[in-house]
C-alpha cells in the first residue's frame, strides 16, 4: 500500500513538474505575443493622432518619460512621444490618467502640437460601464473626435468642462461623470504641456516602455 501511494505520489509530482513547464513556455510565448501586439496597436494609434505629413520621425522611438501626480493624475511615469520633423520637435503624444472615472481609472493619450492644440485624442482603457461611459471609445462613440483643433486660453479657461457645468463638451445622457473626468484630465495635461513644453521637448529619449 505504502509503495502504491508512494508511486502515485511520484506520477502526480511528475505531472505537476510537466503542467508547470508547459504553462510557462505558453505564458513566455503568449508574452511575447501580446507586446507585440500591444506594440502595433501604439504605433497605429500615434499615427492617427499625429499625422505623418509633420513629422519625420518614428514616434515610439522617441519616448521619453513624465511624472507629475497632480497633472496626469497618478504617482507613477508615464510615457510621451515626441515627433520631430528635421530633427525640430512639432508635436507630442502624452499617455495620462483620469483617475475620478465612474468605474475607475480611464488611460488616454493626448497628441498636442507646438502651439498648444489638440491633435487627436484616443482612450487605450477603461471600465467604463458598456452603453453609457463606453463612448470615449472611438469604436463607440465619435465623441473624442469633439477635442480635435482645441486648445488652452488659459488654466481657467472655461470651455473646458462638459455642457453641465457651463463648458462647451457634451455629456452622456445617463453618464456625466466620465466625460466630466475626461474633460478634466486632457485640460490638465494642457496645462502641463503649456507650462514645461520647452523642458519636455527638449529631453532626449529615455524610457522603454513596459507591457506586461
Known amino acids: 500500500m505504502k509503495k502504491s501511494m508512494l508511486k502515485n505520489g511520484l506520477l502526480l509530482a511528475l505531472f505537476a513538474l510537466?503542467?508547470?513547464?508547459?504553462?510557462?513556455?505558453?505564458?513566455?510565448?503568449?508574452?511575447?505575443?501580446?507586446?507585440?501586439?500591444?506594440?502595433?496597436?501604439?504605433?497605429r494609434v500615434l499615427?492617427?493622432?499625429?499625422?505623418?505629413s509633420l513629422h519625420d520621425n518614428e514616434l515610439t522611438q522617441y519616448c521619453i518619460l513624465i511624472h507629475d501626480e497632480e497633472a496626469l493624475g497618478v504617482d507613477t511615469p508615464l510615457p510621451a512621444y515626441i515627433a520631430t520633423n528635421q530633427s525640430v520637435p512639432?508635436?507630442?503624444?502624452?499617455?495620462?490618467?483620469?483617475?475620478?472615472?465612474?468605474?475607475?481609472?480611464?488611460k488616454l493619450i493626448i497628441g498636442i502640437d507646438?502651439?498648444?492644440?489638440?491633435l487627436g485624442v484616443r482612450t487605450l482603457s477603461h471600465a467604463e460601464t458598456p452603453g453609457l461611459g463606453d463612448?470615449?471609445?472611438?469604436?463607440?462613440?465619435?465623441?473624442?473626435?469633439?477635442?480635435?483643433?482645441?486648445?488652452?486660453?488659459s488654466?481657467?479657461?472655461?470651455?473646458?468642462?462638459?455642457?453641465?457645468?457651463?463648458?462647451?463638451?457634451?455629456?452622456?445622457?445617463?453618464a456625466t461623470i466620465t466625460?466630466?473626468?475626461?474633460?478634466?484630465?486632457?485640460?490638465?495635461?494642457?496645462?502641463?504641456f503649456n507650462q514645461n513644453q520647452q523642458t519636455l521637448l527638449q529631453r532626449p529619449a529615455n524610457c522603454e516602455v513596459d507591457y506586461q
Open 18 to 43: 510537466i503542467c508547470t513547464a508547459f504553462v510557462a513556455v505558453v505564458n513566455h510565448q503568449t508574452i511575447d505575443k501580446i507586446n507585440e501586439q500591444q506594440q502595433l496597436e501604439l504605433k
Open 47 to 52: 499615427h492617427q493622432l499625429i499625422p505623418d
Open 90 to 106: 512639432v508635436a507630442i503624444a502624452m499617455e495620462t490618467i483620469a483617475p475620478d472615472g465612474y468605474n475607475g481609472n480611464i
Open 114 to 118: 507646438v502651439n498648444g492644440q489638440v
Open 135 to 153: 463612448k470615449i471609445d472611438l469604436r463607440k462613440s465619435d465623441w473624442v473626435l469633439g477635442f480635435n483643433h482645441k486648445s488652452l486660453i
Open 155 to 174: 488654466e481657467d479657461d472655461k470651455r473646458w468642462s462638459v455642457k453641465k457645468d457651463g463648458g462647451e463638451f457634451d455629456q452622456f445622457t445617463g
Open 179 to 192: 466625460p466630466r473626468a475626461y474633460v478634466k484630465a486632457i485640460k490638465n495635461a494642457l496645462i502641463y
